[in-house]
Nanobody
Framework: QVHPVESGGGLVQVGGSLRLSCAAS????????VGWFRQAPGMEREFVAA????????SYANSVRGRFTISRNNADYTVYLRLNSLKPEDTAVYYC?????????????????WGQGTQVTVSS
């Protein structure tokens, strides 16, 4: 099994930046596709970004493309999500998800392993 753990959330002003980290122990994580999802109060969980096991392919939601960047360092078993040009509507709990499949999916139901989430709050 894979147990992702997120970190790096916080309070930031509009236009600011954050870097979220998703770490999991063990080499199994290096063979997983990893995704980031977010959930705002009263809203459904939505896809943000994903990366294949080798980092060769990435996918982004239209709302974050060009502002967020997903990357990974398999030597450290860590996936990162860089958030730039943050907007108030980016405020949410951000979750890291993993699947023991080399490729990713935009559907949250396709991801079996989830972290506890990290809060990102963008103040205007």
């Amino acid at each position: 099994q894979v147990h992702p753990v997120e970190s790096g959330g916080g309070l930031v002003q509009v236009g600011g930046s954050l870097r979220l980290s998703c770490a999991a122990s063990g080499p199994a994580f290096s063979n997983c596709a990893v995704g980031w999802f977010r959930q705002a109060p009263g809203m459904e969980r939505e896809f943000v970004a994903a990366i294949t096991w080798d980092g060769d392919e990435t996918s982004y939601a239209n709302s974050v493309r060009g502002r967020f960047t997903i990357s990974r360092n398999n030597a450290d078993y860590t996936v990162y999500l860089r958030l730039n040009s943050l907007k108030p509507e980016d405020t949410a709990v951000y979750y890291c998800a993993a699947r023991t499949n080399l490729y990713y999916s935009r559907r949250s139901a396709d991801w079996p392993y989830w972290g506890q989430g990290t809060q990102v709050t963008v103040s205007s």
